[in-house]
């Protein structure tokens, strides 16, 4: 057999779920992907959080590209989405929501992607997570809104919205792949 006759190495592609982890407010509503590998020698996992009050249902497009090598969860806020509501459905709310959902799962480190105002509940995250939040990558100009300081925590700005990274487009492709290389450094 000669190089050119090999059958070609098919990449596989992760596999997408719907899931309910428990909270303090109830269920929480998850949009997951998980690697082909089952989850065995994965990159860190990344956290895709919508501002609070949203849906994470515009995450779904970037679960497959994301979700190669690492496990994806994408969270519906308290009281949007399918998640059950919070007496607030806020910034702390939200916040909290994943605080708990990375303790369920005992999710020691993790990487977030936050859209617009999901930079608010990652400053709050931060706070709470006790250095378990390490890279933070902001779309929608949520990097204007807010100054992340924090020791150990690398952040990346990303200028096109979520909506557009999950579009495809051809200037957002370029950008999906620096966010990936972002991610993937040491």
């Given at each position: 057999?000669?190089l050119?006759?090999?059958?070609?190495?098919?990449?596989?592609a992760?596999?997408l779920?719907?899931a309910?982890?428990?909270c303090?407010?109830g269920?929480?509503?998850v949009?997951?992907?998980?690697?082909?590998?089952?989850?065995?020698?994965?990159?860190?996992?990344?956290l895709?959080?919508?501002?609070?009050?949203?849906?994470?249902?515009?995450?779904?497009?970037?679960?497959?590209?994301?979700?190669?090598?690492?496990?994806?969860?994408?969270?519906?806020?308290?009281?949007?989405?399918?998640s059950?509501?919070?007496?607030?459905?806020?910034?702390?709310?939200?916040?909290?929501?994943?605080?708990?959902?990375l303790?369920?799962?005992?999710?020691?480190?993790?990487?977030?992607?936050?859209?617009?105002?999901?930079?608010?509940?990652?400053?709050?995250?931060?706070s709470?997570?006790?250095?378990?939040i390490?890279?933070?990558?902001?779309c929608?100009g949520?990097?204007?809104r807010?100054?992340?300081?924090a020791p150990?925590?690398?952040v990346?700005?990303?200028?096109?919205?979520?909506?557009?990274?999950?579009?495809?487009?051809?200037d957002?492709q370029?950008q999906?792949?620096?966010?990936?290389?972002?991610?993937?450094?040491?």
């Amino acid at each position: 057999m000669t190089l050119s006759s090999r059958p070609k190495r098919r990449i596989l592609a992760p596999t997408l779920r719907r899931a309910y982890f428990e909270c303090r407010f109830g269920q929480l509503h998850v949009y997951q992907a998980i690697p082909p590998g089952g989850g065995f020698d994965e990159l860190t996992t990344l956290l895709c959080l919508p501002a609070p009050q949203s849906a994470a249902a515009v995450f779904q497009p970037l679960l497959v590209p994301l979700g190669i090598d690492r496990s994806v969860f994408a969270i519906d806020a308290p009281g949007a989405g399918q998640s059950d509501p919070a007496a607030t459905n806020d910034v702390a709310a939200l916040a909290d929501a994943v605080l708990d959902f990375l303790h369920s799962l005992r999710i020691p480190t993790a990487h977030v992607l936050a859209a617009g105002a999901a930079a608010d509940v990652v400053v709050r995250l931060l706070s709470l997570a006790e250095g378990r939040i390490t890279r933070i990558a902001l779309c929608d100009g949520a990097a204007t809104r807010i100054r992340l300081t924090a020791p150990g925590v690398q952040v990346h700005s990303i200028t096109a919205s979520v909506a557009a990274l999950a579009a495809g487009q051809a200037d957002a492709q370029a950008q999906v792949g620096q966010l990936r290389a972002f991610l993937d450094a040491p």
